[in-house]
């Protein structure tokens, strides 16, 4: 409302207010006429501020504590209420673990307490670490949820990067987001003025000390920090004691796993909320399972069986390469092309295509996907799009968008490494697995890609094996939790024995 307007507003129908009430609101009334008068002249010079993306701001030492103030109301947000109890959870707590399910919204409930502590005036300063493939999702949904925040991409080159490029980087923007490769080294930079809240997404990346990231965070120290997984950490004592090592030094160690899993578990509980989808959304529609067990084709078989005999001629650090070998002849006859596990994805394919379905096809090897994406091209057309770490982060933003909304795209060929942290792809209600990754929360979460909020629709998922292989007898010591994922590979890699009773039952 312009100031001449403000100006004319009188107080109608106060006979029942009282002195105090009347002189309250006439108050509030000048106040308000005086920032609109002060609008309309525009910003004076100290600062800058448009809270659309692509503006800059600027803005000294002295309005810093103010401009939280002048952040517009924003939009709407519509958080579940669930949701909406998370943000108030992470309001309440400086250092916390926010541990959703897969699916439900832990990026948006972030942006939105991000948002209510500026407009507090809590903060000053936001640093977002993520995957390097999640800043662009960072960007698009805090765009959507607090279109009032400025974000940026913290450009970050250890060579060139000063502590003075540091301080206007924080001046310029409410968020800035970096990955965790720049977190190795950042803290050098930062003239020891770390920011006032530290967000890292995908958190169980830090759950290795020795990791440099690890040791990143633990240098910048920052007087908020929130973790966001949808790993359920708390089942492993060290990967928690790592964490929690992390939130708060003084309370937690890193060697505490000592203590035990139900130990920890009990200390964790102010620190970390974990909600599931059955608990707090039952309506969205659960995954149905089905594990197809295929024989090889003649091809496979003979290269299987190949492989397989020169068993006995092989030393002990050999039998890990030979059994990755063993898995792939599985998915394809490098010599033939023959596939039995590519025929079933492509009927499964067209079955998804004649019930008007979108399909999600998953591996963590690129060769079956190219060579499925051939097979459907050659049948179909270009129904199919493919994401791959080989892509640019633009790429593979725009591969996303072609699935979400052509028409005639059917298909998204994934790499499950890159596709299982970060995005929606509700569009689609039926996934295939070609093969699965050694660790089974990554295959968890590309499904959680598809079943999460705004799937309308059932879904299904069928995981393709091969009979009397390697694989079917893998995945059953996965599939029972006898032995953790980190496990399993120490017994590949330096347990010879493990894997000739993997090869040969």
């Given amino acids: 409302m312009a100031a001449s307007a403000l100006g004319k507003l009188e107080l109608q129908d106060t006979s029942s207010l009282n002195r105090r009430r009347r002189a309250a609101i006439s108050w509030l009334l000048e106040n308000d006429a005086a920032v609109a008068r002060q609008a309309e002249r525009?910003?004076?010079?100290?600062w800058t501020f448009d809270p659309r993306p692509g503006h800059e701001r600027s803005c000294d030492r002295r309005l810093r504590r103010v401009l939280p103030l002048l952040l517009p109301p924003g939009v709407k947000d519509d958080l579940y209420p669930f949701q909406r109890d998370g943000v108030a959870w992470l309001?309440?707590?400086?250092?916390?673990?926010?541990?959703?399910?897969?699916?439900?919204?832990?990026?948006?409930?972030?942006?939105?307490?991000?948002?209510?502590?500026?407009?507090?005036?809590?903060?000053?300063?936001?640093?977002?670490?993520?995957?390097?493939?999640?800043?662009?999702?960072?960007?698009?949904e805090t765009d959507k949820w607090a279109p009032d925040l400025i974000v940026r991409r913290l450009e970050y080159t250890k060579r060139t990067f000063t502590p003075s490029q540091w301080r206007s980087a924080v001046a310029g923007a409410h968020v800035l987001l970096a990955s965790y490769e720049d977190l190795r080294d950042l803290w050098d930079d930062l003239d020891g003025q770390p920011p006032d809240l530290m967000v890292a997404d995908e958190a169980h990346r830090l759950r290795k000390a020795e990791s440099r990231a690890h040791q990143g965070m633990r240098r910048i120290a920052a007087p908020r920090m929130w973790g966001l997984t949808g790993t359920p950490v708390?089942?492993?004592?060290?990967?928690?004691?790592?964490?929690?090592?992390?939130?708060?030094?003084?309370?937690?160690?890193?060697?505490?796993?000592?203590?035990?899993?139900?130990?920890?578990?009990?200390?964790?509980?102010?620190?970390?909320?974990?909600?599931?989808?059955?608990?707090?959304?039952?309506?969205?529609?659960?995954?149905?399972?089905?594990?197809?067990?295929?024989?090889?084709?003649?091809?496979?078989?003979?290269?299987?069986?190949?492989?397989?005999?020169?068993?006995?001629?092989?030393?002990?650090?050999?039998?890990?390469?030979?059994?990755n070998r063993l898995r792939s002849i599985c998915d394809i006859d490098p010599a033939t092309g023959e596939s039995a596990k590519l025929d079933r994805a492509v009927e499964l394919v067209e079955s998804a295509m004649a019930d008007g379905c979108k399909i999600?096809?998953?591996?963590?090897?690129?060769?079956?996907?190219?060579?499925?994406?051939?097979?459907?091209v050659a049948t179909h057309g270009n129904i199919a799009a493919m994401l791959t770490g080989e892509q640019t982060l633009d790429q593979r933003k725009r591969t996303v968008e072609?699935?979400?909304?052509?028409?005639?795209?059917?298909?998204?060929?994934?790499?499950?490494?890159?596709?299982?942290?970060?995005?929606?792809?509700?569009?689609?209600?039926?996934?295939?697995?070609?093969?699965?990754?050694?660790?089974p929360s990554t295959n968890s979460q590309a499904v959680d890609r598809v079943v999460r909020i705004g799937q309308r629709k059932p879904v299904t998922?069928?995981?393709?094996?091969?009979?009397?292989?390697?694989?079917?007898?893998?995945?059953?010591l996965l599939d029972r939790k006898e032995m953790t994922f980190d496990q399993l590979i120490e017994a590949l890699q330096h347990r010879p024995e493990a894997v000739r009773e993997l090869l040969n039952p």
């Fill in 234 to 323: 708390e089942r492993d004592a060290q990967d928690l004691a790592c964490l929690l090592s992390l939130l708060d030094p003084r309370r937690f160690a890193i060697d505490d796993h000592r203590h035990g899993i139900d130990v920890l578990r009990s200390r964790v509980r102010p620190y970390l909320l974990r909600r599931t989808k059955e608990a707090v959304l039952p309506e969205i529609p659960e995954a149905t399972e089905h594990i197809e067990t295929v024989s090889l084709h003649p091809a496979q078989r003979d290269a299987y069986n190949t492989a397989l005999s020169s068993t006995g001629r092989r030393s002990d650090e050999g039998y890990l390469a030979l059994f």
């Fill in 360 to 376: 999600v096809v998953f591996s963590y090897m690129l060769d079956p996907l190219r060579r499925l994406g051939e097979r459907l």
């Fill in 42 to 46: 525009g910003p004076g010079p100290s």
């Fill in 402 to 439: 072609r699935f979400k909304t052509g028409t005639n795209c059917w298909v998204l060929l994934a790499s499950s490494r890159v596709a299982s942290e970060g995005l929606t792809l509700t569009e689609a209600n039926r996934v295939v697995f070609i093969n699965r990754w050694w660790n």
């Fill in 91 to 140: 309001l309440r707590n400086r250092k916390a673990i926010l541990a959703d399910d897969m699916g439900l919204g832990k990026t948006i409930q972030v942006i939105a307490a991000i948002r209510r502590l500026y407009r507090y005036g809590r903060i000053e300063s936001c640093l977002v670490i993520a995957p390097r493939t999640l800043l662009t999702n960072w960007l698009a």
């Fill in 461 to 476: 998922v069928h995981y393709l094996t091969c009979m009397n292989t390697v694989e079917d007898r893998l995945q059953p």
